[in-house]
């Protein structure tokens, strides 16, 4: 089964990293990926562009309502995503090697396959 390994963060929360803190961060998922590459349960990866650049959108009564940010009345916002192809409990245990799960959220979710 595919399940999303979803990570959430704040922009103040990336935003206090130092240089050198972001560039382990981005090293230790390069790693996580050539693991998860060699195993065979990468899907896809992906990273987000920042918050400043989402849009939500909402149709009200017909019209499309549009607002800057990704917010869904939450403080986090979606960074990136993993989609891996493996057991529930494996992804499970994916997901607490992700650097983010040290210090943030990261969710995990049947990703649907239905016809």
């Known amino acids: 089964m595919k399940y999303a390994l979803m990570i959430y963060g704040t922009q103040a929360g990336y935003a206090a990293f130092s240089p050198e803190e972001f560039q ?11 693991r998860l590459r060699d195993s065979g349960e990468l899907v896809a990866a992906q990273g987000l562009e920042g ?7 909402r149709v ?6 549009v607002t800057d940010g990704p917010f869904v009345e939450a403080k986090e916002f979606l960074a990136s995503f993993y989609i891996v192809e493996c057991s529930a409990g494996r992804a499970v245990e994916l997901a607490a090697q992700l650097p983010e799960a040290e210090f943030s959220a990261v969710e995990v979710r049947p990703v649907y396959e239905g016809s």
Do not use: K, M, N, Y
């Open 60 to 65: 009200r009564d017909g019209i499309p309502v």
């Open 24 to 34: 382990t961060l981005v090293d230790r998922h390069d790693a996580w990926i050539a």
């Open 51 to 57: 918050e400043d650049q989402a849009r939500s959108v």
